[in-house]
């Protein structure tokens, strides 16, 4: 044995380095919520630690432990504490990072029943359990991705399958040359994932059917041109920027009398289902053929969790096949039947134990709780004297100063001060300040500090 191998069978026996990486992990916890939520100056710039050439000889694993720590716990942006709001990103409910510990000591290979018997079984629960919470219909299945952009990509694609196989062309075999044209028809709101995805998948941007948005970022269903069974169209369940839902019922009901494909993208809208408060802002989606989702955002697991659900198994399946002589079939679930991975992580396990600890209850609690905290900032800025530019429907919250420079002067304030952080957008020619509450920890209190921390950036412009 050389001294490499018996190195590493002493760590695993002494359990020291995972005695350290926890007290670190457990002095991270307690400290997140008192951490700059960006890293200041000071830290970013012991980021020069990492410019090492890589060195000749193995060294000892508690050094490489300190130094992640050491240097990187302060240069990470604290979005797992309450007072992150910028883009759109969510907190981590406790228990999901547990079982993500111990489901990352077992390594799972999740691509086939063979490979990891826990996992398929896992996403099989989770498969069912997200077709109850959405009420999708019963033929429908889950693919578990590493987030909405490849959800979305796996959903186009199954589309572009099934579209095509209608229409008597088999991309599979055939590819896209010569195929019969199809019809891509989107709103100018989509988000920018989805318009990188239709271009991988061979539909370039001119080739699109802008239909017109309204001023909260929906697409007017008087400019929907007619559809026929050429047609993808593609919705938002919760936009980037307002939060705000297409009307799923009546373009879904439109769609399908046409025989064309809808697909929503509702990467951290479409958890709206779930609250009994916002429901309604999600009517009609089961009527959509794909769905894309995030549990690492409303749903607070950790990062690394998307879904794409698809009406037509075969469609996702055919699409994302990976066939090849070494995959041997089993009767049980084959994750990798839906997703376009191969080899892949147990990342199901982080969700399923998130839905099983909240409960439905839990998750319409978490999800109420995010559109109450926006409601509450957006009374406050408004007293303050901030403009609201967007009917508050859900979790975001667009803001204005009284022009341009005085909104960039906030932003800028506001993201110097470590107290909390925002990013800055434009939204109908205007430079806007963008809020998502989306962390379960996100306090009253925490958004009382916010509207603070902006009333303080104002006096600061005003001075
Ligand atoms: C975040 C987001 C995406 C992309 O999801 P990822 O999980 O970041 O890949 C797509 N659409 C919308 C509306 C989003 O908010």
Same mark, same amino acid.
């Given at each position: 044995?050389?001294?490499?191998?018996?190195?590493?069978?002493?760590?695993? *026996?002494?359990?020291?380095?995972?005695?350290?990486?926890?007290?670190?992990?457990?002095?991270?916890?307690?400290?997140?919520?008192?951490?700059?939520?960006?890293?200041?100056?000071?830290?970013?710039?012991?980021?020069?630690?990492?410019?090492?050439?890589?060195?000749?000889?193995?060294?000892?694993?508690?050094?490489?432990?300190?130094?992640?720590?050491?240097?990187?716990?302060?240069?990470?942006?604290?979005?797992?504490?309450?007072?992150?709001?910028?883009?759109?990103?969510?907190?981590?409910?406790?228990?999901?990072?547990?079982?993500?510990?111990?489901?990352?000591?077992?390594? %799972?290979?999740?691509?086939?029943?063979?490979?990891?018997?826990?996992?398929?079984?896992?996403?099989?629960?989770? /498969?069912?359990?997200?077709?109850?919470?959405?009420?999708?219909?019963?033929?429908?299945?889950?693919?578990?991705?590493?987030?909405?952009?490849?959800?979305?990509?796996?959903?186009?694609?199954?589309?572009?399958?099934?579209?095509?196989?209608?229409?008597?062309?088999?991309?599979? /075999?055939?590819?896209?040359?010569?195929?019969?044209?199809?019809?891509?028809?989107?709103?100018?709101?989509?988000?920018?994932?989805?318009?990188?995805?239709?271009?991988?998948?061979?539909?370039?941007?001119?080739?699109?059917?802008?239909?017109?948005?309204? $001023?909260?970022?929906?697409?007017?269903? /008087?400019?929907?041109?007619?559809?026929?069974?050429?047609?993808?169209?593609?919705? %938002?369940?919760?936009?980037?920027?307002?939060?705000?839902?297409?009307?799923?019922?009546?373009?879904?009901?439109?769609?399908?009398?046409?025989?064309?494909?809808?697909?929503?993208?509702?990467?951290?809208?479409?958890?709206?289902?779930?609250?009994?408060?916002?429901?309604?802002?999600?009517?009609?989606?089961?009527?959509?053929?794909?769905?894309?989702?995030?549990?690492?955002?409303?749903? $607070?697991?950790?990062?690394?969790?998307?879904?794409?659900?698809?009406?037509?198994?075969?469609?996702?399946?055919?699409?994302?096949?990976?066939?090849?002589?070494?995959?041997?079939?089993?009767?049980?679930?084959?994750?990798?039947?839906?997703?376009?991975?191969?080899?892949?992580?147990?990342?199901?396990?982080?969700?399923?134990?998130?839905?099983?600890?909240?409960?439905?209850?839990?998750?319409?609690?978490?999800?109420?709780?995010?559109?109450?905290?926006?409601?509450?900032?957006?009374?406050?800025?408004?007293?303050?004297?901030?403009?609201?530019?967007? /009917?508050?429907?859900?979790?975001?919250?667009?803001?204005?100063?009284?022009?341009?420079?005085?909104?960039?002067?906030?932003? *800028?304030?506001?993201?110097?001060?470590?107290?909390?952080?925002?990013?800055?957008?434009?939204?109908?020619?205007?430079?806007?300040?963008?809020?998502?509450?989306?962390?379960?920890?996100?306090?009253?209190?925490?958004?009382?500090?916010?509207?603070?921390?902006?009333?303080?950036?104002?006096?600061?412009? %005003?001075?």
């Amino acid at each position: 044995m050389s001294t490499l191998h018996k190195q590493m069978r002493q760590e695993l *026996e002494s359990k020291e380095l995972f005695d350290l990486a926890r007290s670190h992990a457990f002095e991270y916890m307690d400290g997140v919520e008192g951490m700059d939520v960006f890293p200041s100056e000071d830290n970013l710039e012991k980021l020069v630690n990492f410019d090492e050439p890589l060195q000749e000889e193995s060294i000892p694993a508690n050094q490489v432990i300190d130094q992640l720590h050491f240097y990187g716990s302060p240069n990470t942006v604290a979005h797992t504490a309450g007072r992150y709001f910028g883009f759109v990103l969510g907190g981590a409910v406790p228990v999901s990072l547990g079982v993500k510990w111990l489901s990352d000591v077992w390594d %799972q290979c999740g691509g086939l029943y063979l490979t990891s018997p826990i996992n398929a079984k896992i996403e099989a629960v989770c /498969e069912h359990w997200l077709k109850d919470i959405f009420d999708f219909p019963k033929e429908t299945v889950a693919g578990f991705v590493s987030g909405t952009s490849m959800a979305n990509l796996s959903a186009l694609a199954a589309a572009r399958y099934q579209l095509l196989k209608k229409l008597g062309w088999d991309i599979n /075999e055939n590819g896209l040359n010569g195929a019969p044209k199809l019809r891509i028809i989107a709103h100018e709101q989509i988000h920018a994932s989805v318009k990188k995805t239709l271009s991988m998948l061979g539909f370039g941007k001119n080739s699109i059917e802008w239909v017109p948005s309204d $001023n909260q970022g929906r697409l007017v269903l /008087e400019k929907l041109p007619a559809l026929d069974n050429h047609c993808l169209v593609l919705l %938002q369940a919760g936009n980037a920027n307002t939060g705000s839902f297409d009307n799923f019922d009546a373009i879904c009901d439109l769609a399908n009398q046409a025989g064309s494909w809808v697909h929503i993208d509702g990467a951290f809208g479409l958890w709206a289902v779930a609250s009994k408060e916002l429901s309604y802002l999600t009517k009609g989606i089961e009527k959509a053929s794909s769905w894309a989702v995030d549990g690492h955002k409303t749903l $607070n697991t950790p990062y690394d969790s998307g879904i794409v659900m698809c009406r037509y198994p075969e469609a996702l399946a055919c699409a994302l096949q990976a066939t090849g002589e070494y995959i041997i079939y089993s009767e049980n679930r084959d994750p990798l039947l839906y997703t376009p991975e191969l080899s892949k992580r147990s990342r199901a396990i982080e969700l399923w134990a998130t839905m099983k600890y909240l409960g439905k209850r839990g998750i319409n609690e978490m999800v109420t709780t995010f559109y109450q905290r926006a409601k509450q900032l957006e009374k406050g800025l408004r007293e303050a004297g901030f403009h609201i530019m967007n /009917e508050v429907v859900f979790n975001q919250v667009l803001v204005a100063g009284n022009n341009d420079n005085e909104t960039k002067g906030v932003i *800028e304030y506001i993201q110097e001060s470590g107290e909390c952080w925002l990013g800055g957008s434009t939204w109908q020619g205007k430079t806007v300040i963008r809020v998502s509450i989306c962390s379960w920890m996100t306090t009253k209190q925490d958004i009382d500090r916010t509207i603070r921390v902006f009333k303080k950036s104002k006096a600061k412009m %005003q001075s």
